[in-house]
């Protein structure tokens, strides 16, 4: 079946450091990609997303290709603010199916 | 505008007891999703509905998990007889649904269900 997986966190950086957090997957067919974040005490919100091959979604200074040939979706920011610090979820949606399909999450922690 | 809202936003209850949890939407937003967060299990998709009928409810772990929409708006999931396995984020989502593109489902703050 379809299935997301992540770098494994937790992950610690300083303020200003570059980052990335690994993201692949296993699909039939060309599915949606997503990244979700959650921040403390707070419900999931969509960070960014890519709905087809070679596809770049960004906001807030993260960026993430959607790689066919690599089947991955790795999200990078050039550089890190203590405000980033939250949890990050690799998702997917399959072609013709409704639900995302998560990655079970990266912990992420910026120091000043 | 409005987003997508959960109540409670904490249930404690006894083991073997039922549980009703709540999902307000998004007004005009068509689908309506829950999943289940939990630390073992990651996020977990339980059940999808499209208007008022659910095409997908694979997700549902047991017969005691049960979820219906009325009206296409507000959404129940009940667990009955519940057990400490459980215990999880409920998260409700919404979506536009609009054929032929790629929907953003929008998630609520979620409901912390604990099973003493």
């Known amino acids: 079946g379809d299935s997301v997986t992540q770098m494994e966190g937790p992950v610690t950086l300083s303020e200003e450091a570059f980052l990335t957090i690994n993201c692949t997957y296993t699909?039939?067919?060309?599915?949606?990609l997503f990244w979700y974040v959650q921040y403390p005490g707070e419900g999931l919100q969509l960070l960014l997303k890519?709905?087809?091959?070679?596809d770049k979604g960004s906001n807030k200074g993260f960026e993430a290709t959607y790689r066919k040939e690599t089947t991955s979706f790795h999200l990078e920011k050039g550089s890190v603010q203590v405000s980033d610090s939250a949890v990050y979820f690799c998702?997917?949606?399959?072609?013709?199916?409704?639900?995302?399909?998560f990655g079970q999450g990266t912990r992420l922690t910026i120091n000043p | 505008g409005a987003g997508v809202s959960q109540s409670p936003s904490n249930k404690v209850t006894e083991k073997g007891k039922d549980v009703e949890l709540r999902c307000d939407p998004i007004?005009?937003?068509?689908?309506l999703y829950w999943y289940r967060q939990s630390l073992g299990q990651g996020l977990e998709f339980l059940i999808y509905?499209?208007?008022?009928?659910?095409?997908?409810k694979s997700g549902l772990p047991s017969d005691r998990f049960s979820a219906e929409r009325t009206g296409g708006s507000v959404s129940t999931l009940t667990i009955q007889r519940t057990q400490q396995e459980d215990s999880a984020v409920y998260l409700c989502?919404?979506?536009?649904?609009?054929?032929?593109?790629?929907?953003?489902?929008?998630f609520g703050p979620g409901t912390r269900l604990t099973v003493l």
């Open positions: 989502a919404s979506s536009l649904s609009i054929a032929g593109l790629t929907d953003t489902q929008y």
């Open positions: 699909a039939t067919g060309y599915p949606s």
């Open positions: 890519a709905t087809k091959a070679d």
């Open positions: 998702a997917l949606n399959a072609r013709g199916a409704q639900k995302l399909v």
């Open positions: 007004s005009g937003h068509t689908a």
């Open positions: 509905f499209q208007g008022n009928s659910a095409p997908d």
